[in-house]
């Protein structure tokens, strides 16, 4: 009789959190899964944490009474690692959510984990429109850019100025696959041709064997699908080798602020790049990237700033259903626009792109800069219908036709 | 001629170039594994730390130039000097104290400190590099009409090759590398004809690492200044050392520039067999010549 009260009591327990999926767990805890110490590093890592935190601190620390804990963790780039730290993180450790995720190819195995978890991931740093397209998942949102957007971007507005035959030199991994294919795409649908294409190995230092290959190609334009170190150091081996003096152009397709810095601007100068936020755009950017300095010494690059975009949005979403349910969490994220400092009516389609305006930035001459970090000037304002549309359409079983 | 047969064998300019390009990666190659067959060869070290000595030459030389305002050519010899300062207060620290152990030991405190120090400068520096540009003298190109050679990059070549050869020499055919080797064989002995064997190992260790630093500074203006710089080429040096057998410094002179010249052609004819070709070599090697292409058998 007895047992059978407490059964009862029991069930009816189990029914009323199914019913309400409350936030169990004493925290609410939020994942920062990044290259915290190789050739991506400087564009998310540590300063993603940073963001991270101050979109906790910002929110005021607590969601539904429960406060949000931040943990981080180093995937070494290396999809095994990030997928092991994932499982773990949502099966032992209770993350609720995990973010950045710089690495396509890290960032696809998380996508896979999170979706027989069915848990809410966030990835800002990952550029592979896979993520968005053929392996697209109900809980993921992939908020940045991607390489949808950047071939919209730089390679449409290369290919407009003139640029109409191209080499891709590529990072050979699910990244670099992806940005050359679509960036291809965007070339072809423009009228543009592909001579030829190179796949490098991730990390590479010397660059002028493929340098080379590119310079026999004569094609006009030299793409570069890769990043980080890999985008610095092609960049400065073509200035060696006079890619660029024997009349050919570089394309860098995915350049982040920190590359900039890096290179310096007598090197990058005039260089087109296609980034979804620049610190020096608004007051709002400035006022944020302010903040953000004081605490890394760096301005932050796009990755950065949408990490805390993305943390700010999962908990307005979390705190709005009471739940950190991953499918529940992410209806309401689907149905919220999204609005911040970086983004302005954002929205997330169904295959879990963030549609959102990308922007045309150019390298400024050393002698327009200021001083360090006031490197680029807007050309151009990409609307994000335009700039996330899929010239050949999306697989994404999630979305129909 | 049909479309593959174009991609299958590039023309004989291009060739030549990727042969040249091979050539400049094969003189980092040469040099590094340089320092650590000496150092292994004359101490019985396994220097881990050599990776994160040349990235120091290379942070020397920036430090250099953005503190002090000393461009590239005094830090030629500036950066190779303090950096085998600090490497000669490290083997008095640290590599002394071990010497006598199984080389595991070794191994594990060469590696841990390489750690250590790289991680330092990433916390400091970041990941992404400092720029350093080539010097005013070498910049500039050459077009030698199958190919347009950098002047710096020419500059490499023939640096290394005259820092390796000088080395070698140095060793092989002077009075003070055959102390050097004697030591090594029987180092009682030696120290009963009236020499401080301690301080000349303490010497080499320095010179080593000196050579180390010194490739960092070459490689300064090419590549990025960043904390991995040496965690990315120690592996590959380290293999070049094995196929050229541990300690001989000719075989590692040569190994270094041929590794260099085969990476380069596999660039060409299958680019993502690029960075585990040299393994494949060394696994082959170790099959058929345990002790290395050049190498005594112990």
Redesign the interface.
């Known amino acids: 009789m007895r047992i059978a009260r407490l059964a009862a009591i029991a069930a009816a327990l189990t029914v009323a959190t199914a019913a309400q999926a409350q936030i169990t767990q004493d925290t609410v805890k939020i994942g920062v899964l990044a290259d915290m110490s190789s050739l991506y590093a400087d564009l998310g890592g540590s300063g993603s944490v940073e963001a991270a935190k101050m979109a906790v601190a910002d929110f005021g620390g607590t969601v539904g009474g429960k406060k949000i804990e931040i943990v981080s963790a180093d995937h070494q780039n290396k999809p095994d690692t990030g997928a092991a730290i994932a499982r773990q993180w949502f099966d032992q450790d209770g993350v609720d959510m995990i973010t950045d995720l710089t690495t396509s190819s890290v960032a696809l195995a998380v996508q896979e984990v999170a979706r027989a978890k069915n848990k809410v991931i966030l990835v800002s740093g990952a550029a592979s429109s896979d993520l968005t397209g053929k392996a697209c998942a109900p809980t993921s949102v992939h908020w940045t850019y991607d390489t949808v957007a950047l071939a919209n971007g730089t390679g449409a507005a290369v290919v407009k100025a003139g640029g109409d035959s191209w080499f891709f030199i590529t990072a050979d991994y699910a990244f670099g696959h992806a940005l050359e294919r679509d960036t291809s795409a965007v070339v072809k649908a423009n009228g543009g041709k592909v001579l030829g294409d190179v796949k490098v190995p991730l990390n590479t230092a010397d660059f002028s064997s493929y340098l080379l290959q590119a310079q026999a190609s004569k094609a006009k334009i030299v793409g570069l699908a890769n990043a980080g170190g890999d985008t610095i150091n092609s960049i400065k081996q073509a200035a060696e080798f006079g890619i660029v003096a024997g009349g050919q152009k570089l394309a860098g397709l995915l350049v982040f602020l920190s590359d900039i810095h890096s290179l310096g601007l007598q090197t990058a100068q005039g260089l087109q790049l296609t980034e979804s936020f620049y610190w020096d755009m608004n007051d709002e950017t400035r006022a944020w990237s302010k903040r953000f300095f004081e605490k890394t010494k760096r301005e932050p690059t796009m990755n950065q700033a949408g990490v805390y975009g993305a943390v700010t949005a999962y908990l307005n979403a979390v705190k709005a259903v009471n739940s950190v349910d991953g499918p529940t969490v992410m209806k309401k994220m689907k149905a919220t626009p999204i609005n911040d400092f970086m983004t302005k009516n954002g929205h997330i389609r169904e295959d879990g792109t963030l549609v959102r305006d990308m922007y045309l930035f150019e390298v400024k001459k050393p002698s327009e800069s200021k001083g360090p970090w006031d490197y680029y000037k807007l050309i151009a304002t990409i609307p994000g219908e335009e700039a996330y549309k899929r010239p050949n359409g999306n697989e994404c079983p999630l979305v129909k036709g | 001629m049909p479309d593959w047969l174009h991609i299958a064998i590039?023309?004989a300019p291009?060739l030549f170039?990727?042969l040249l390009?091979?050539l400049?990666?094969g003189a980092f190659y040469a040099m590094l594994s340089l320092g650590l067959a000496v150092i292994f060869g004359l101490l019985n070290i396994i220097n881990f730390t050599h990776g994160a000595q040349y990235m120091l030459g290379a942070f020397c030389a920036w430090f250099l130039l953005s503190w002090l305002g000393l461009g590239y050519w005094p830090s030629l010899i500036i950066a190779p000097i303090v950096v085998g300062a600090a490497g000669i207060v490290m083997e008095r620290l640290f590599l002394r104290r071990i010497a006598k152990l199984d080389h595991i030991y070794g191994l594990l405190l060469t590696f841990g400190l390489a750690l250590i120090i790289e991680?330092a400068f990433?916390q400091a520096y970041?990941?992404?590099?400092?720029?350093y540009?080539?010097p005013p003298e070498l910049q500039g190109?050459q077009n030698l009409g199958f190919?347009?050679l950098?002047t710096?990059?020419a500059w490499v070549i023939g640096a290394s090759l005259v820092i390796c050869l000088a080395t070698w020499f140095v060793i092989e055919r002077t009075r003070l590398g055959a102390y050097l080797r004697a030591a090594t064989e029987n180092p009682v002995l030696v120290q009963a004809l009236g020499i401080n064997v301690p301080r000349l190992v303490t010497l080499t260790y320095g010179g080593g690492v000196a050579l180390a630093a010194l490739a960092g500074v070459l490689a300064a203006p090419?590549?990025?200044v960043?904390p991995?710089?040496g965690s990315?080429?120690i592996i590959v040096v380290f293999a070049v050392v094995v196929i050229g057998g541990m300690g001989s410094i000719m075989g590692a002179i040569i190994s270094g520039f041929a590794l260099g010249l085969i990476e380069?052609m596999t660039?060409?004819f299958y680019?993502?067999a690029?960075?585990t070709v040299i393994f494949m070599i060394m696994a082959l090697v170790l099959l058929v010549k345990p002790a290395g292409l050049f190498g005594r058998a112990a």
């Open positions: 590039p023309p291009l170039a990727q390009v091979g400049i990666n991680g990433r970041g990941s992404s590099g400092q720029p540009v080539i190109a190919m347009f950098p710096y990059r090419i590549y990025q960043r991995q710089m990315e080429i380069g660039k060409v680019p993502e690029s960075n």
